[in-house]
């Protein structure tokens, strides 16, 4: 069974950066892709970035030029840094991974428990 522990997030001012991180425990051969969301109070979860089984790269527009993803392969995370960092940016950060965890193709996908991140002066 696979178990996710997010870290990385916290109070920042406003062009302040953060960087949040993934890191899953149990048996894994190796990350298939990565999305990070968030859901801010009274909206929806909505994507931020995301790297896919190809390789490719993706972000919500709103985070072009100030989010970026960082591949570690040898630990199987895809940390999300946050550089300049907006009040609008305040919300609770979800990881999404999807793990190859067996040797026959078995994946696994899941959530991390949400971290908060709150951008204020």
């Known amino acids: 069974q696979v178990q996710l522990a997010e870290s990385g997030g916290g109070l920042v001012q406003p062009g302040g950066s953060l960087r949040l991180s993934c890191v899953p425990s149990?048996?894994?051969?190796?990350?298939?892709?990565m999305g990070w969301y968030r859901q801010a109070p009274g909206k929806q979860r909505e994507l931020v970035a995301e790297?896919?089984?190809?390789?490719?790269?993706n972000y919500a527009d709103s985070v072009k030029g100030r989010f970026s993803l960082y591949t570690d392969n040898a630990k199987n995370t895809v940390d999300l840094r946050m550089n300049n960092l907006r009040q609008e940016d305040t919300a609770v950060y979800y990881c999404?991974?999807?793990?190859?965890?067996?040797?026959?193709?078995?994946?696994?996908?899941?959530w991390g428990q949400g971290i908060q991140v709150t951008v204020s002066s």
């Open positions: 149990g048996s894994i051969f190796s990350i298939n892709d």
């Open positions: 790297l896919t089984r190809d390789g490719v790269t």
């Open positions: 999404n991974p999807e793990f190859l965890i067996g040797s026959d193709g078995t994946t696994w996908n899941g």
